[in-house]
């Protein structure tokens, strides 16, 4: 972050000074919102959340190293050596100010938004490009109107590229992310049911995500999937260079004779006899591995660059992550769910071969609204006909109904077990599994699967250490 004088950053957010700000006072070095991660030359900004206000804070934050500070009301006691400037919302503040940074950038700022497949893509663009460019990508899910200005802040402003990740639950998120970073390339990853109590249906999911073209220069480029023909319609008003992706040969690029494997996935681009490979399970990775190759064109990468990055490229934890737990093989997916991603997780492991038996562990899909017992019934009857599973763990309230529609199916009622919550299905599901099998593990966050993978990693580890030390 290029340092900015307190006078500066007043300017910029329009807020009023609370206290004297002296003409001597140290440049602000860092934006930090969390005392725990305080540096010396913060401005440290005082958000209140429904559970918590950071403004109880302020001394901390002051011992820390904070030089200055952003808040909502009067403060009845100043700190030494701490401007602070007042706001009538601090969230906002933080907001303001970091379009204020972003536009001192001379790199290339590229923006991710879509149902699925955010993450995974961020570190593909990444990837793909980082052999010829010099940037950062935004960590973990930095995805919110919190986060996406603490990506911009620390980033050097020099630097070739940023590719920040753009989510959203309610209508106004994204254009409010996009009119925040001013991206000059956006992609569009897809567009599926999800958040569906704060967007409505699935066309209120495409004009949400559409409106990342609201920060779009006209002169940058959009990347879009062309399979969604109501998603092309919703970004029509964006007049500049647009660039569709899919499985459809009429996408600009398109990916065929696709290969699936427990190391990866392969395809070629456009029917071209170059194979490019990137080492994360299931065909809709290539899907997004097109969007990466999008991007990486618009910034003049080679394609020989661009093969050998996206074969080196790292995954984001907990999708579709096969990890070995002892005798146990787990495809860990239990970051986050809704339809479109359930469904790829379910085809992926029903197309991986499996020495044992193949056991899906689904969860509840948050946020569905009133469309959440019909999704959830369609997960049980796809998981019922892909004939691949020999059983099937249902863990939440709302996956009853992919225990009953899986049942309904065909599926056989000794193979399904319903399970309340995680902690359960903790104790329960670690003691049942045999060698070789292959266990899938998928449900949103906040049903806490990886409890369950945490406990099935403690149980066999533990039973191939005490093994080795029996035999040694």
Same mark, same amino acid.
């Not at 630097?159 to 956006?186: F, R, W």
């Given at each position: 972050? *290029? ?12 807020? *009023? ?12 070095? $860092? ?34 190293? $904070? ?19 007042? =706001?009538?919302? +601090?969230?906002? /503040? ?16 590229? !923006? ?15 990837? /793909? ?5 010099? !940037? ?14 603490? +990506? ?38 897809? %567009? ?47 007049? !500049? *260079? ?17 290969? %699936? ?24 990775? /290539? %899907? ?7 991007? $990486? ?96 763990? %249902? ?28 902690? +359960? ?26 409890? =369950? ?20």
């Amino acid at each position: 972050m *290029k340092p900015l004088s307190i006078r500066q950053v007043r300017q910029a957010i329009g807020g *009023k000074p609370l206290t004297p700000i002296s003409e001597d006072a140290p440049p602000i070095t $860092a934006v930090c919102t969390d005392t725990r991660r305080m540096e010396k030359g913060s401005l440290f900004v005082a958000i209140r959340g429904d559970n918590h206000n950071a403004h109880a804070f302020l001394p901390q934050a002051a011992a820390g190293g $904070a030089v200055a500070a952003l808040v909502d009301s009067e403060i009845p006691e100043p700190l030494p050596n701490v401007a602070l400037i007042q =706001v009538p919302d +601090t969230r906002k /503040a933080l907001g303001k100010l970091a379009t204020h940074v972003r536009k001192q950038y001379t790199s290339k700022v590229i !923006g991710v938004a879509g149902s699925n497949g955010k993450t995974s893509t961020k570190h593909l663009i990444d990837a /793909a490009i980082r052999t010829q460019l010099r !940037g950062s990508i935004s960590p973990k899910s930095f995805n919110n109107d919190i986060g996406v200005p603490l +990506t911009i802040f620390p980033a050097d402003p020099n630097q070739d590229y940023l590719v920040l990740e753009m989510g959203t639950n309610h209508h106004g998120e994204i254009k409010a992310l996009s009119d925040m970073a001013l991206p000059d390339i956006a992609v569009i990853t897809n %567009c599926g049911a999800e958040h569906l109590e704060g967007l409505d249906d699935l066309m209120g999911v495409r004009r949400e995500n559409a409106q990342i073209i609201s920060g779009l220069r006209e002169n940058g480029l959009l990347v879009v999937n062309g399979d969604d023909a109501d998603l092309i319609a919703a970004v029509a008003d964006y007049k !500049g *260079k647009i660039i569709t992706f899919g499985f459809g040969a009429s996408n600009d690029l398109f990916a065929t004779d696709i290969v %699936c494997g427990p190391s990866g996935t392969e395809f070629s681009l456009n029917d071209s006899r170059h194979r490019f490979f990137i080492p994360m399970l299931g065909r809709h990775s /290539a %899907c997004n591995a097109l969007a990466a190759i999008a991007v $990486a064109k618009r910034l003049g990468v080679s394609e020989e660059e661009m093969i050998a990055g996206l074969h080196d490229s790292d995954g984001p934890e907990m999708r579709l992550q096969l990890q070995s737990a002892g005798p146990v093989l787990l495809l860990n997916d239990a970051y986050n769910a809704n339809p479109n991603s359930m469904r790829a997780a379910i085809e992926t492991t029903a197309g991986l071969e499996s020495k044992g038996r193949r056991i899906a562990v689904l969860g509840d899909m948050r946020e569905l609204g009133r469309s959440s017992e019909r999704y959830h019934r369609e997960i049980g009857q796809i998981a019922a006909n892909t004939g691949k599973f020999d059983l099937l763990f %249902c863990v939440g309230p709302q996956s009853k109904f992919v225990a009953e529609a899986a049942k309904q199916t065909g599926y056989p009622a000794n193979q399904i077990i319903w399970i309340q919550d995680s902690a +359960t299905a903790s104790n329960k599901i670690p003691a049942l599994l045999q060698k070789d099998d292959l266990v899938l593990l998928k449900a949103s966050r906040g049903i806490r699967l990886e409890a =369950v993978a945490s406990a099935i990693f403690d149980r066999y580890t533990a039973r191939t250490v005490m093994a080795a030390r029996v035999a040694s």
